[in-house]
């Protein structure tokens, strides 16, 4: 079955690199989180989007971080001139709606280094 | 300041044991969620709980919701390899949005 797929899986890149990280919901789910998992903050979340629209993008830790989605599906996270505090996990989740009634599927995650 | 603070953060326990996971937290919530995290995955959901005192079982595993619905627990019996992981609760908003505990690993040796 198709769950949620994230690429690339890994991704190495110097500082002030610019990068998209890519993640693919469950057909059909038209909610959209991002979450980033570090071993000094844990497992913080980012932004949401139900369908194409992010109502609450307060996770974002700085302006460089934006994301966007495109047709409901896929979405695209993006770093710009990455620094070394942005290495961490980022994950990506799907729900068949935004709400706290609903179960949130994760993707395996991008593992980011900036060196 | 954590919202959800877990407890221990690091376990070590020889097959067989049994062992408890504490998530504590000064707020009152209307529900709280457990998930396993294995190396190289996103976490997946054990399960949650909703009222106040609630006890729910899933193999081996039980879990609690506090009384006054601000603390959780999570109880192994008879730890087994395969529970080896990080185990996280959290909480739920309205829109889905999930605050996390720090988490706890466990490492359960055969």
């Known amino acids: 079955g198709a769950g949620v797929s994230q690429s690339p899986s890994n991704k190495v890149t110097e500082k002030g690199k610019d990068v998209e990280l890519r993640c693919d919901p469950i057909?059909?789910?038209?909610?959209l989180y991002w979450y980033r998992q570090s071993l000094g903050q844990g497992l913080e979340f980012l932004i949401y989007?139900?369908?194409?629209?992010?109502?609450?993008k307060s996770g974002l830790p700085s302006d460089r971080f934006s994301a966007e989605r495109t047709g409901g599906s896929v979405s695209t996270l993006t770093i710009q001139r990455t620094q070394q505090e942005d290495s961490a996990v980022y994950l990506c989740?799907?729900?068949?709606?935004?709400?706290?009634?609903?179960?949130?599927?994760f993707g395996p995650g991008t593992r980011l280094t900036v060196t | 300041t954590q919202l959800l603070e877990q407890s221990p953060q690091f376990l070590s326990i020889q097959e067989g044991e049994n062992l408890t996971v504490y998530c504590n937290s000064s707020?009152?919530?209307?529900?709280l969620q457990w998930y396993r995290q294995e190396p190289g995955e996103g976490p997946v959901l054990l399960v949650t709980?909703?009222?106040?005192?609630e006890v729910k079982k899933l193999k081996r595993l039980t879990f609690q919701f506090g009384d006054a619905r601000k603390d959780s627990s999570l109880h192994i019996t008879a730890a087994q390899p395969g529970d080896t992981g990080l185990y996280l609760c959290?909480?739920?908003?309205?829109?889905?949005?999930?605050?996390f505990g720090q988490g706890t690993t466990l490492q359960v040796k055969p």
């Open positions: 989007f139900q369908g194409n629209s992010a109502p609450d």
């Open positions: 057909s059909g789910h038209t909610a």
């Open positions: 707020s009152v919530f209307s529900s």
């Open positions: 959290a909480y739920s908003s309205n829109t889905g949005k999930l605050i």
């Open positions: 709980v909703v009222t106040g005192g």
């Open positions: 989740a799907s729900s068949p709606r935004a709400g706290v009634s609903y179960e949130q599927y």
